[in-house]
């Protein structure tokens, strides 16, 4: 393989630093030219020292003159704020970037991106959720590769690598269903912060711990999976598996199915799309069938778990819905971490704001940016609102 330059947008995160970690094995394959962070000085500092890439970025101004006082006497370019992430994924020295940033903030460096001809390793789903079409439109266009790094599409990527486009039925997402799997909607009500970010398969940042334990995750990979294969809204079901041994699967014309397995691990993602397509040897934990007797399966309770519903009708109705869903369910999760909503009503603001947002069948660029805005304004007011309420009934 040839030596790839690296951007990892997010390094400071639960997937940017699994990237370093892949790197660390293998310095021989890839420069990191660009990290990025958006509070974290102190880690970010770290890595660079370690990494020494040609530039970072602090999106947080107030801490670019420390990191600066570190990093510029190293030879270091020390950027901030938002509108860098922009600039710097630009740069001739870069490949690939890696989005592992968190929400609706990756989604104009990762069009700056595309449109500069970087091929994007894609962990940040939001963008795709958002904008989906116009990404992958501006992909093509563009003639670079979104190769992802969730878990399940990338289980579905590899899965597809050798067939024809046209021979693909269904594709089947796996969900492990969460710490909360099998409750009821009344033991839903009392859920704490704490025990939703309680995940038992995987470790992760704090917005997809939510997404994971109220199903939104899977709601938002739905969209995700719609995108990045262009399927049919019919042609994506999601089936629940506890283990997560099964990463997802692939349904041919003749009835085969094709599955991607293996331990839990998200670095084997994060290696695949850094080198697709070529495969590398590591030394990640090997799975062990005796260790794993039961693979079992179950369907999703979109009952209980509204915003898996949530999702799927957002994606059905097309236009900037699925934006107006993921502005709701970013400001609701912000509002469950700070303690002034309950889990439940998380599904709630995000029903609301998604009846109350116009609709925009067909939106460009700057629609999706006001139909965040305005999404993100509504949910907010939602969230004062119901503050009171929730605070006296608990
Ligand atoms: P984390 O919260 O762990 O990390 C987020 C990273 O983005 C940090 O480096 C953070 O910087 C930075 N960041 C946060 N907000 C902003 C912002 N507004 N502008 C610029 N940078 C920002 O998230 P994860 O690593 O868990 O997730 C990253 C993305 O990958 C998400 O879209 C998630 O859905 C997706 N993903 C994650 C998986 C996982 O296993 N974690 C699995 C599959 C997908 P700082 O540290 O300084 O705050
Ligand atoms: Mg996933």
């Not at 509070?39 to 107030?62: C, R």
């Not at 990191?67 to 001739?92: M, T």
């Not at 699925?322 to 309950?342: I, S």
Request: proline letters at 4%; glycine letters at 6%; charged letters at 25%.
């Amino acid at each position: 393989m040839k030596k790839k330059r690296i951007a990892i947008l997010g390094a400071t995160g639960s997937i940017g630093t699994q990237a370093l970690s892949v790197v660390r094995e293998h310095r021989e394959l890839f420069d990191v030219e660009v990290l990025t962070a958006a509070g974290n000085a102190t880690l970010l500092i770290e890595q660079a020292m370690e990494f020494l890439p040609k530039v970072v970025v602090i999106t947080d101004e107030s801490k670019r003159a420390a990191v600066d006082e570190v990093l510029g006497s190293k030879g270091i370019e020390v950027l901030s704020g938002q509108q860098a992430l922009e600039e710097v994924v630009q740069r001739p020295l870069i490949d690939i970037v890696l989005t592992a940033l968190v929400g609706f903030a990756g989604l104009k460096p990762t069009i700056a991106a595309i449109k500069s001809g970087k091929n994007i390793a894609l962990a940040n789903k939001e963008t795709l959720v958002v904008a989906g079409e116009l990404i992958m439109k501006l992909a093509e266009k563009n003639e670079v590769a979104i190769l992802p790094v969730d878990s399940e599409h990338s289980a579905i990527y590899q899965c597809l690598v050798g067939e024809e486009k046209s021979t693909l039925e269904k594709i089947y997402l796996t969900a492990s269903g969460g710490p909360f799997r099998g409750k009821d909607a009344t033991s839903l009500s009392t859920i704490t912060k704490k025990e939703a970010l309680m995940h038992p398969n995987w470790v992760m940042g704090q917005k997809i711990t939510i997404d994971s334990a109220s199903l939104m995750n899977k709601g938002l990979e739905v969209i995700e999976a719609k995108w990045l294969f262009g399927l049919d809204v019919d042609q994506i079901e999601v089936v629940v598996h506890p283990q997560s041994i099964i990463h997802s699967l692939v349904q041919f014309k003749d009835g085969s199915l094709k599955a991607q397995m293996g331990l839990p691990d998200m670095k084997l993602p994060i290696q695949y799309a850094l080198t697709y397509p070529g495969r590398l040897a590591n030394t990640f934990e090997r799975f062990d069938f005796l260790k794993h007797p039961c693979l079992s399966f179950e369907q999703p309770d979109t009952k209980t778990f509204a915003n898996l519903a949530l999702a799927f009708d957002a994606l059905r109705s097309g236009g900037n819905m699925p934006c107006v869903l993921n502005a709701a369910n970013e400001v609701a999760v912000a509002a469950f971490l700070r303690d002034e909503t309950g889990f439940r009503e998380m599904s709630t603001i995000i029903s609301e704001t998604l009846q109350k947002i116009p609709f925009i069948a067909s939106p460009k660029l700057d629609d999706y940016l006001q139909t965040d805005k305005e999404a993100r304004l509504f949910a907010e007011q939602l969230v004062t609102k119901k503050k009171k309420v929730y605070q006296i009934e608990k």
